[in-house]
């Protein structure tokens, strides 16, 4: 199997922003790639984050990178509410540089009027980063509709809207996809690497030293399952797209 590539001093500096989650501390690694090639170095950007809060690891990126960013977030309670569920009409006006909308679309049921509404806030020449798992596990119920999507998945249906997409990809490894469908928690970056050592550092002391019984001779099977980033169908974790709007729109379909 082909290793998936990686640069690997924007890895450490994923890993450190993102310490928490292994597979989403890789795709963090691609967002500062894109950002880096098409980007002018120490910008200022105009960022919608659909889904999240101001502390994604995206954001945190970029400030490491050097941009600054004028953040408004859509889709918190607290905040601007967009429902991607609904089928939206309304066309707006505003001027961002980049939309990011991380680890959501696994809980949106209506993908078709999803995709339409992350195009209708985009102007033209606005990019848009998407990423989201290929395969996971259930969580956040009730708000959980799928396993996951392909990198072709995510594709098709910018294209579909007229976006071209500048790159694409997905990846993961034997060991977290493992981790990922036989594991109450996630990898972190530690867990990855060395499976036996941090598994359940998020919970009480308690709860985690029962896990750590139950869960010993599982989490000590990882070391059978490799732990090279790969872009294999049969282990892929994570999906990524980054897109931009053409600055002379076509008719959407």
Not at 15 to 26: E, L, M, S, V
Not at 152 to 170: F, H, M, P, R
Not at 219 to 244: C, G, M, P, Q
Request: with cysteine; glycine share 6%; charged share 20%.
């Amino acid at each position: 199997m082909t290793p998936y590539p990686l640069d690997p001093n924007l890895k450490k500096l994923a890993n450190r922003i993102n310490p928490g989650n292994f597979g989403r501390a890789c795709v963090l690694t691609e967002f500062m790639s894109q950002i880096l090639m098409n980007f002018e170095f120490g910008s200022k950007l105009n960022v919608a984050i659909i889904g999240g809060s101001v502390n994604e690891p995206e954001i945190l990126a970029l400030e490491r990178l050097g941009f600054s960013t004028d953040v408004r977030v859509f889709g918190i309670d607290e905040n601007e509410y967009l429902d991607l569920n609904q089928n939206s009409e309304e066309k707006f006006n505003f001027n961002f540089d980049l939309i990011l909308c991380s680890q959501v679309l696994e809980h949106i049921w209506c993908h078709e009027n999803a995709f339409r509404n992350i195009f209708h806030i985009m102007p033209a020449g606005c990019h848009v980063w998407l990423a989201c798992p290929t395969s996971n596990r259930a969580h956040a119920s009730p708000d959980y509709f799928s396993a996951g999507f392909t990198r072709t998945y995510l594709v098709k249906n910018l294209e579909y809207l007229g976006l071209s997409v500048i790159a694409s990809g997905q990846l993961g490894t034997a060991r977290c996809y493992r981790a990922t469908h036989t594991m109450p928690v996630w990898l972190t970056v530690k867990s990855h690497m060395i499976p036996i050592l941090h598994p359940f550092s998020g919970y009480k002391k308690g709860t985690r030293i029962a896990l750590v019984v139950r869960y010993f001779f599982r989490n000590l099977e990882l070391f059978l399952f490799s732990n090279k980033i790969i872009s294999n169908d049969a282990f892929s974790t994570e999906s990524w797209v980054f897109a931009r709007k053409p600055l002379i729109e076509h008719h959407e379909k």
